[in-house]
């Protein structure tokens, strides 16, 4: 691996070494990049080992070959698909990761133009989308031919795979076309499409797609069109190649603008900035904007607007003067596996966490990551060991993304899931059909035990002030508190004694506890920690039985009758309530004294939202869809899948998308969480 930076200057035999080891790597994953659609290694790898290699040929250049990877442009084009010579050759961009490297671009570009210190360049900037580049053949203004870049020389006839995407026109627009247009682009697999096609092939037990990139790539490189036509694929162009009658503007941003009137999708993101600022603003700015959008983006890409002085600046090898891409810091990288260890949740569910050796990415530095669960251990075959590539995209929780399984020492271990729990020694028990395996030690272990008491204080359960998560695991590392019942038992001396405790703050968490016994029915049943039970089933139960004996005597089939109760829900709930160590917990709670005020049932028609229909969209802050439509329905409303003119409202949370266009058109009134949150309480 060579995740240290590059190294200084080296003499010429030890140069010629390395430079030839750095030919195979590069040669070998520019294939398994651009060849297969499968790389085994980050791409922030390669630039490493690509820009490694350019700056031993700059040093040393005459060790600088022609079959160099650094003069070549993506990797020779596959046998199944014809070749198509591009009139023009594709090129590439130089990449540049610094400020500095920006303010020496935009230097470079002013003494090339030969331009007086008071005038600044005029440049276009765009996203630099992350998918696979393709040049469209537009004659008399029919599509005729469409083609990857291959080398920059040669690529792939991929029209009739190209033909399946919506957003390439058939057929161009308005007037004024050339009667030979080339134009340039990058189709990409959209996020929402990306997750959607990923779920749908985990669920059916296929392969999944190692990212969107590949998943484009892979896509548009597929024999049969019809599994492209399936594929969630869209196209952003940005360049004009050959053109008939010469060029079709006078700058790039204008010859974007004609694009766009003949049909051709264009990035509604780019803009015309000015001098090196406005390069590192628009930098800044989509930086921010990164996490927000529906593609990836990997980067930016500067142009000089201006053709004259494009033409002015020229090339160099394989890429032009006058654009640089500016790369964004990495989602992924490698590092290694140093363990996987097996952390016990609340219900006893056992979560494979990986210990890896710290690594920065996306931003921060890594040193754990969930791994799920054992069935994603073994969906990217990971073993003790391996290289691992991991994936941190804006505020996601980092993940390993997979192993580089051609990296796998000799001496790798498979991660095995324990046969007895980390933590209280009880028997695993892995139930078929679930990837979930469990600990079967319920509060007799300490690692459920915590947990359990953690939610059981929780703000939207007994809300216990003060009680915290140290405090709490400390309470169960000493022994003082098994079950919730025991926290209402505790005496001063006992609390006071515990670290960052004292005589005035144990009181205080007594006083809280003697508070908290005065609680609803509702935010009891949630902290029980029944599985799936959140806090609006607990209030639909509630509701609908009016009583703890009633909840606690329903079976099955009864249960299912409470709205959004399905049969998983129920059979957790009854399994619960029939396991005598529960009924001992309750019966405890009640005896230490914990109370709620009467529910008065009301029968369907007299509760308050009955005969009413609503639809959900969007992301709540404060509760999932699940959740928010229990809630609705204990109250006695329809929840609805979409909207109608028979819909009362709307509530849209965060990011809604076509309903809320839908119901704007209907004037379907649309609420807000707050709307929500008042009907609820
Ligand atoms: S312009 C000569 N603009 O980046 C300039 N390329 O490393 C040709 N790319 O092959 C490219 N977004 O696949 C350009 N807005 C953008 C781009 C972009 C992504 C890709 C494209 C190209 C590669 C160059």
Request: hydrophobic share 40%.
């Amino acid at each position: 691996m060579s995740l240290e930076s590059p190294a200084a200057e080296l003499s010429l035999d030890a140069a010629a070494e390395r430079a030839a080891i750095l030919h195979k790597q590069l040669h070998h994953h520019a294939w398994r990049y651009y060849s297969l659609d499968d790389p085994e290694i980050p791409d922030a790898e390669y630039d490493r080992l690509f820009a490694e290699l350019q700056q031993i040929e700059a040093q040393h250049p005459s060790l600088l070959s022609e079959d160099s990877p650094t003069q070549r442009v993506g990797a020779a084009p596959l046998e199944a698909f014809d070749q198509v010579q591009h009139s023009i050759p594709m090129l590439s961009l130089n990449n540049a990761f610094a400020d500095a490297d920006i303010e020496a671009f935009d230097k470079r570009v002013r003494e090339g133009l030969e331009l007086p210190e008071t005038e600044s360049v005029a440049y276009f900037v765009e996203p630099k989308l992350d998918g696979l580049a393709v040049s469209l053949r537009y004659e008399n203004g029919v599509l005729v031919q469409a083609a990857t870049r291959g080398d920059g020389q040669t690529g792939e006839n991929i029209t009739t795979n190209v033909k399946t995407i919506p957003s390439v026109p058939l057929r161009l627009q308005g007037s004024g076309w050339p009667a030979v247009l080339e134009v340039r682009g990058e189709v990409y697999m959209p996020l929402e499409g990306f997750d959607a096609f990923n779920k749908a092939a985990a669920a059916k037990g296929e392969k999944t797609l190692v990212n969107p990139r590949n998943g484009a790539a892979g896509s548009l490189r597929q024999l049969d069109s019809r599994i492209t036509a399936s594929r969630p694929l869209a196209i952003y162009c940005y360049s004009v190649g050959e053109a008939s009658d010469g060029p079709i503007a006078s700058s790039h941003s204008a010859s974007l603008e004609r694009l766009a009137d003949w049909g051709l999708r264009i990035c509604p993101l780019g803009k015309a900035v000015t001098g090196a600022n406005g390069l590192l603003d628009y930098y800044q700015f989509l930086g921010n904007e990164r996490s927000r959008l529906d593609y990836d983006i990997d980067g930016v890409v500067y142009k000089v607007d201006r053709f004259d002085q494009q033409r002015e600046l020229g090339f160099v090898a394989r890429a032009p003067r006058w654009a640089i891409a500016h790369k964004f810091p990495a989602q992924e990288e490698l590092t290694e596996l140093l363990d996987v260890e097996f952390q016990v949740g609340r219900t006893g569910a056992l979560t494979p966490v990986a210990r890896l050796k710290p690594v920065f990415v996306g931003g921060v530095t890594v040193s754990n990551a969930t791994l799920h669960n054992m069935d994603e251990v073994v969906r990217k075959d990971i073993h003790i060991g391996d290289t691992v590539i991991v994936r941190r995209a804006g505020d996601v929780i980092p993940e390993v993304a997979r192993s580089v399984v051609e990296r796998r020492p000799a001496d790798a271990k498979p991660v095995e899931l324990p046969s007895h729990c980390p933590v209280c020694e009880s028997h695993v028990e892995r139930v078929e059909g679930e990837a979930v395996a469990r600990c079967t030690g319920g509060l007799v272990c300490a690692a459920q035990r915590k947990e359990a008491l953690k939610h059981f204080a929780s703000r939207k359960a007994l809300d216990i002030d003060g009680l915290g998560d140290k405090l709490v695991e400390q309470m169960v590392d000493d022994g003082l508190v098994k079950s919730p019942a025991d926290l209402f038992a505790l005496e001063l001396a006992q609390v006071a004694s515990l670290e960052r405790m004292a005589e005035k703050s144990g009181q205080n968490l007594l006083n809280a506890l003697q508070a908290a016994k005065t609680t609803t029915l509702p935010r009891f049943l949630f902290a029980l920690g029944i599985r799936e039970v959140g806090e609006a089933t607990a209030a639909a139960l509630a509701n609908h039985y009016g009583d703890l004996g009633s909840v606690m005597a329903a079976d099955q089939e009864s249960l299912q009758t409470v709205p959004d109760v399905g049969p998983v829900v129920a059979k957790h709930i009854a399994e619960f309530f029939a396991e005598p160590r529960n009924q001992t917990v309750v019966d405890a709670l009640l005896a230490q004294g914990i109370n709620w005020p009467a529910i008065e049932k009301r029968a369907p028609e007299e509760q308050p939202l009955s005969g009413k229909t609503y639809v959900i969209t969007g992301t709540l802050e404060s509760m999932s869809r699940s959740d928010a439509k229990a809630a609705l329905q204990a109250l006695g409303a329809k929840v609805a899948g979409s909207v109608s003119k028979k819909t009362d409202g709307l509530v849209a949370g965060e990011a809604a998308g076509s309903k809320l266009t839908k119901a704007e058109e209907l004037g379907v009134p649309v609420l807000d969480e707050a709307w929500l949150m008042a009907q609820i309480s």
